[in-house]
């Protein structure tokens, strides 16, 4: 039987083995994680999934040369391979005089980001949390006549950063998620809801209201008619929300900005949004989904206001474009996985509450309509900002839903959408992808239809 | 390390030793390299391998998979034996049927494989791109080259006594150009892709992609807002098959149907499209991205015709709907990884050629929208409604291509759209992606020859009330 490294002893020979090198540096990246998924169907487990992963991610810096080398081959000689690739393939990258690793200790405090005990939890316990959430949903209305999926997972993860510079960070995180796709049907017609939670805690996820409203959007659809082309005010709820802040984040990208890919390049210290438009990310907020105490680079995160009130403050870095603008890193450098290098992402990233309840914001408008759903927002083009979005949504007049409409599209530009936010609600929520936002009103978009 | 017949016994007898009746194992080796040139800089170098292996135990309707990186047998004894505690059923050790090899035919010939070439030639190849979108017009004003390998092997096992291996081999060369008029940021986007070797890219193919990408972006920065609506619209076969994945493909896999969850569950043998349309998965087509020797349950891919002149015919299956559904396999079993189940997937699907003459269609039509690009596309195949993006379109007039239009979409309902189709063109044209279902990705091609939409909702940012 051969021998298992632990995880500090990989580390601490990817980190040596760099350092035998002939090299200016390097960086090494271990994630170690386990998880445990459950789908159900009618009732029964049709599916249980462990899985789990383990691998290094190497970075090796060769005058201002950069290679990047992973692998899941934890022997000592595959540590080695993975270390000497990254060298190898360095040199057919050109040289940034701009590219470096982390010097700086890390700030590490407890984030809350890890639950004992996850590791005892049965198949059977997961299987109930996912039971529970059919049988919320069926209760909702007899129209929910099924499930296209219905999964509970949960997981924890070690990850370790560590650089040739002796910085050196490691911590552990949990994570819980429940999420149905609830089918109505009512004759021929039939619609799909779908809802899902994500948190760090087991006791915060609640399967009852995730079923109830993927059950209540499923059946909300029943009836849906199409709609004339026209132009409109629109209302997102927090979820649907959600989706378009998602869209906006690489615009403040200040690797896009560098390279005249944004459209927020140069726009710092003015107005790009409206005044009720104030926008956060926040990585160190103890418990919530996307904080970390460092980024894929070893950076100690931050909070930064990047929109205040309409006008745009900063963007988000990682340590060779803030090198590149003469700016303190943000810490925003994520790593998706060992098998990829850092890339500038948003951490809680989110629209900040604006005072009005909901109700009250959408009972001031003649006639709106709702989103209640969007199809292709994976299409909407960072670079021009343009959008078009097939969607279903509810037919509004003072507030007061008259009737549900599919078959139309909603198009426009990101900045243009970002100042006509005409009002934002104080309801807000983070979903499972780490986004916040409350309920916010667009002045007018046009929609497509018959 | 390779997983030999003896060691895929060994770890299909522990999955099954505490109960369970069908067990198989998923091994794979994947090594990838991908080079991003941005800015005027060969600015990323990623190389690197991933090993792993799954186990999955069935018992009735019930099924465990155990999944994890794999580097020694003692690896994949224990993943096994995680398997094996989940499904325990009490029910004792079950009989593995003795593993015999055998070997499939390779549907797509690699001559050059790309490990073997110099990465100096790869980047020169990159900078080539470069330089050719950037000399296309003064407005191109970033552009992005990128170049990914992944060679894939892979080993599966069952307790029929299956044991095959494939080695898929993929490339993909993309150029994303933006371009730049007074405020305005456009970009164009081209790839070429397909489950071949380095002899594909051609320095014309580069050259071909990075010119078309430069073209796209600077026509989209000049272009008009596309206007939002309901037109009569004739799709090119330029812009390759979209639509047929979105509209109707993906609501042929096997397990919707099996759950009645798609708008085409409980419909074998009726009409479901216009007599002018025939659908085809075709996981044989040679080269192509969605193209391999078997799936990923080691069932033989296959040339399926899905609808036939507008009557379904059958589903895309995996072994355990197929089973369910009293059809045939069809070798779409498909999965992103070891660390995935397989699910009923696409490789290369598209619409047969027709008999109408191209040219004919478009001039039959006096005002229009002429779709010579689609991007990403999404289906809600519960209700049949889908949506996709077009990347490169026109005005119709008088039956010629006019003026260029941006940011548009296409929705509609697929069974309804593919009724309404009334012209099928005897062209046929490819486009390449990589479709996400359930959180996996899977690369595939789609195809379709030029067709006419009699209406249907274009969704631009001006919108016009009738």
């Known amino acids: 039987m051969s021998e298992k490294l632990t995880n500090d002893a990989i580390v601490d020979r990817a980190i040596a083995s760099i350092k035998g090198l002939r090299v200016d540096g390097g960086e090494v990246f271990l994630r170690d994680g386990q998880s445990t998924s459950v789908e159900v169907r009618d009732g029964a487990v049709e599916n249980a999934i462990t899985r789990g992963e383990r691998g290094i991610g190497v970075r090796v810096l060769r005058g201002g040369h950069v290679g990047f080398a992973y692998t899941s081959d934890l022997s000592a000689a595959g540590i080695e391979e993975c270390v000497t690739s990254a060298r190898d393939i360095a040199s057919v990258t050109e040289p940034d005089p701009d590219v470096s690793i982390a010097t700086k200790k890390i700030d590490s405090p407890d984030l809350e980001l890890y639950e004992a005990g996850?590791?005892?939890?049965?198949?059977?316990?997961?299987?109930?949390?996912?039971?529970?959430?059919?049988?919320?949903?069926?209760?909702?209305?007899?129209?929910?006549?099924?499930?296209?999926?219905?999964?509970?997972?949960?997981?924890?993860?070690?990850?370790?950063?560590?650089?040739?510079?002796?910085?050196?960070?490691?911590?552990?995180?949990?994570?819980?998620?429940?999420?149905?796709?609830?089918?109505?049907?009512?004759g021929d017609e039939r619609q799909i809801g779908y809802h899902g939670e994500a948190k760090r805690q087991f006791r915060l996820v609640d399967p009852d209201a995730v079923g109830r409203v993927a059950a209540l959007r499923a059946v909300g659809k029943l009836g849906a008619k199409p709609f004339k082309t026209q132009k409109l005010p629109?209302?997102?709820?927090?979820?649907?929300?959600?989706?378009?802040?998602?869209?906006?984040?690489?615009?403040f990208s200040a690797d896009a900005v560098i390279k005249g890919k944004s459209l927020f390049a140069g726009k710092t210290g003015t107005v790009i949004a409206s005044d009720q438009v104030t926008i956060v990310d926040d990585a160190r907020t103890p418990g919530a989904l996307r904080t970390a105490p460092f980024d894929g680079?070893?950076?100690?995160?931050?909070?930064?206001?990047?929109?205040?009130?309409?006008?745009?403050?900063?963007?988000?870095?990682?340590?060779?474009?803030?090198?590149?603008?003469?700016?303190?890193?943000?810490?925003?450098?994520?790593?998706?996985?060992?098998?990829?290098?850092?890339?500038?992402?948003?951490?809680?990233?989110?629209?900040?509450?604006?005072?009005?309840?909901?109700?009250?914001?959408?009972?001031?408008?003649?006639?709106?309509?709702?989103?209640?759903?969007?199809l292709n927002l994976h299409t909407i083009d960072p670079i021009s900002g343009e959008f078009s979005l097939g969607a279903t949504g509810d037919y509004l007049e003072r507030g007061e839903r008259l009737y549900p409409v599919q078959g139309i599209?909603?198009?426009?530009?990101?900045?243009?959408?970002?100042?006509?936010?005409?009002?934002?609600?104080?309801?807000?929520?983070?979903?499972?992808?780490?986004?916040?936002?409350?309920?916010?009103?667009?002045?007018?978009l046009s929609i497509g239809g018959a | 390390m390779t997983i030999t017949e003896k060691a895929a016994d060994r770890a299909l007898r522990t999955a099954l030793?505490?109960?369970?009746?069908?067990?198989?194992?998923?091994?794979?080796?994947?090594?990838?390299?991908?080079?991003?040139?941005?800015?005027?800089?060969?600015?990323?170098?990623?190389?690197?391998?991933?090993?792993?292996?799954?186990?999955?135990?069935?018992?009735?309707?019930?099924?465990?998979?155990?999944?994890?990186?794999?580097?020694?047998?003692?690896?994949?004894?224990?993943?096994?034996?995680?398997?094996?505690?989940?499904?325990a059923d009490d029910g004792g050790t079950r009989e593995v049927t003795a593993i015999s090899a055998d070997t499939l035919p390779r549907p797509s010939i690699v001559t050059i494989d790309p490990r073997t070439v110099a990465i100096e030639r790869k980047v020169e190849l990159m900078k080539l791109a470069n330089r050719e979108a950037r000399a296309f017009d003064p407005r191109v004003h970033q552009v992005t080259v990128l170049y990914r390998e992944s060679a894939q092997d892979v080993v599966v096992a069952n307790s029929e006594g299956r044991f095959r291996t494939d080695?898929?081999?993929?490339?993909?060369?993309?150029?994303?150009?933006?371009?730049?008029?007074?405020?305005?940021?456009?970009?164009?986007?081209?790839?070429?892709?397909?489950?071949?070797?380095?002899?594909?890219?051609?320095?014309?193919?580069?050259?071909?992609?990075?010119?078309?990408?430069?073209?796209?972006?600077?026509?989209?920065?000049?272009?008009?807002?596309?206007?939002?609506?309901?037109?009569?619209?004739?799709?090119?076969?330029?812009?390759?098959?979209?639509?047929?994945?979105?509209?109707?493909?993906?609501?042929?896999?096997?397990?919707?149907?099996?759950?009645?969850?798609?708008?085409?569950?409980?419909?074998?043998?009726?009409?479901?499209?216009?007599?002018?349309?025939?659908?085809?998965?075709?996981?044989?087509?040679?080269?192509?991205?969605?193209?391999?020797?078997?799936?990923?349950e080691g069932t033989q891919t296959h040339r399926t015709v899905l609808i036939d002149k507008g009557i379904l015919k059958t589903y895309l299956s995996d072994k355990k709907h197929a089973k369910k559904l009293g059809i045939a396999e069809s070798g779409n079993g498909r999965r992103e990884s070891f660390r995935h189940l397989p699910i009923c997937r696409m490789t290369t699907t598209m619409i047969a050629r027709g008999t109408s003459d191209p040219a004919e269609i478009l001039a039959s039509v006096t005002d229009g929208i002429f779709v010579k690009g689609m991007g990403g596309g999404q289906v809600d195949v519960v209700s049949g409604n889908f949506a996709f993006e077009i990347t490169e379109c026109y005005r119709i007039r008088d039956g010629r291509q006019a003026e260029p239009l941006r940011g548009a979409t296409l929705v509609g309902q697929g069974p309804k759209l593919m009724s309404e189709i009334d012209m099928v063109g005897w062209d046929l044209g490819y486009s390449v992606g990589t479709c996400g279902k359930d959180g996996q990705g899977a690369p595939v091609a789609d195809a379709q020859p030029t067709l006419r939409i009699p209406s249907v909702v274009v969704g631009g940012k001006v919108a016009q009330p009738s």
């Open chain 1, 234 to 251: 629109i209302v997102l709820d927090p979820f649907m929300g959600m989706s378009l802040l998602g869209a906006i984040i690489p615009l």
């Open chain 1, 297 to 374: 680079e070893g950076v100690t995160t931050t909070t930064q206001t990047l929109v205040d009130g309409g006008v745009l403050r900063g963007y988000l870095s990682s340590l060779k474009t803030s090198k590149k603008m003469g700016q303190a890193p943000t810490g925003n450098a994520r790593r998706g996985s060992y098998a990829a290098p850092s890339r500038i992402g948003a951490a809680n990233f989110h629209l900040a509450a604006g005072a009005m309840g909901p109700d009250e914001l959408v009972h001031g408008l003649d006639r709106s309509l709702r989103i209640t759903s969007l």
């Open chain 2, 17 to 87: 030793s505490r109960g369970g009746e069908w067990a198989e194992l998923f091994w794979e080796r994947h090594n990838v390299v991908t080079l991003t040139l941005d800015d005027n800089k060969l600015e990323d170098a990623i190389t690197g391998v991933d090993q792993g292996a799954g186990i999955r135990v069935t018992a009735g309707d019930r099924g465990v998979y155990a999944n994890g990186n794999v580097n020694d047998g003692d690896d994949l004894l224990a993943i096994a034996g995680r398997a094996a505690a989940a499904i």
């Open chain 1, 409 to 444: 599209t909603i198009a426009g530009n990101l900045t243009t959408l970002l100042s006509s936010i005409t009002g934002v609600a104080n309801d807000l929520v983070f979903g499972s992808s780490g986004i916040g936002s409350p309920t916010f009103v667009i002045s007018e």
């Open chain 2, 167 to 296: 080695t898929r081999t993929r490339l993909v060369f993309g150029v994303l150009v933006t371009a730049k008029q007074g405020e305005v940021l456009e970009s164009g986007y081209k790839a070429e892709a397909g489950t071949e070797g380095f002899e594909m890219l051609t320095e014309e193919a580069v050259l071909e992609t990075a010119r078309t990408a430069a073209r796209l972006a600077v026509q989209n920065v000049a272009a008009e807002p596309a206007p939002a609506g309901t037109y009569t619209v004739v799709l090119s076969s330029d812009a390759g098959g979209t639509l047929i994945h979105e509209s109707v493909g993906h609501g042929l896999e096997a397990d919707l149907n099996l759950k009645g969850m798609s708008v085409y569950s409980g419909r074998l043998g009726e009409k479901v499209a216009s007599e002018l349309i025939t659908v085809l998965d075709d996981g044989t087509d040679p080269g192509k991205r969605g193209t391999a020797a078997m799936d990923d």
């Open chain 1, 118 to 186: 996850i590791d005892d939890r049965s198949v059977a316990q997961r299987t109930v949390v996912a039971l529970a959430v059919e049988l919320a949903a069926k209760g909702v209305d007899k129209r929910i006549s099924g499930f296209r999926k219905t999964t509970y997972s949960d997981g924890s993860l070690t990850t370790t950063v560590a650089t040739t510079a002796d910085v050196r960070g490691s911590y552990r995180e949990t994570y819980f998620s429940v999420g149905t796709s609830a089918v109505a049907t009512d």
